[in-house]
């Protein structure tokens, strides 16, 4: 089992900028893919982001050019930096990992093994 905490997240202006980061227990190192998603109120949750063991991303195209996932090796840390934020982007942010090769692209959440137990983002107007 691999542990995932998400923290970093709170209410921002559009506009603004947050990172979000997600710590992984020793047992991330298993991963193929590491992923962030979202979940805004009355709509299924949505891929955002994906690293893979490559060091290959992929994003949403809601988020291309806006949001950039990395992670830290040294400190078992995956983040999401989140730039140029909207009200769209709205809503509760989850970290995942998945212990086996997944197709190219964002692909649904159920190809996911681990995951955070979310933390909120605010964009106000």
């Known amino acids: 089992q691999v542990h995932m905490v998400e923290s970093g997240g709170g209410s921002v202006q559009a506009g603004g900028s947050l990172r979000l980061s997600c710590a992984m227990s020793?047992?991330?190192?298993?991963?193929?893919?590491m992923g962030w998603f979202r979940r805004a109120p009355g709509k299924e949750r949505e891929g955002v982001a994906r690293?893979?063991?490559?060091?290959?991303?992929a994003y949403a195209d809601s988020v291309k050019g806006r949001f950039t996932i990395s992670k830290d090796n040294a400190k078992n840390l995956l983040y999401l930096q989140m730039n140029n934020l909207k009200p769209e982007d709205y809503g509760m942010y989850y970290c995942?990992?998945?212990?086996?090769?997944?197709?190219?692209?964002?692909?649904?959440?159920?190809?996911?093994?681990?995951w955070g137990q979310g933390i909120q983002v605010t964009v106000s107007a």
């Open positions: 690293l893979d063991s490559d060091g290959s991303t």
């Open positions: 020793t047992g991330s190192v298993r991963l193929y893919v």
């Open positions: 995942a990992g998945a212990q086996t090769p997944l197709l190219e692209g964002i692909v649904d959440d159920v190809w996911y093994h681990h």
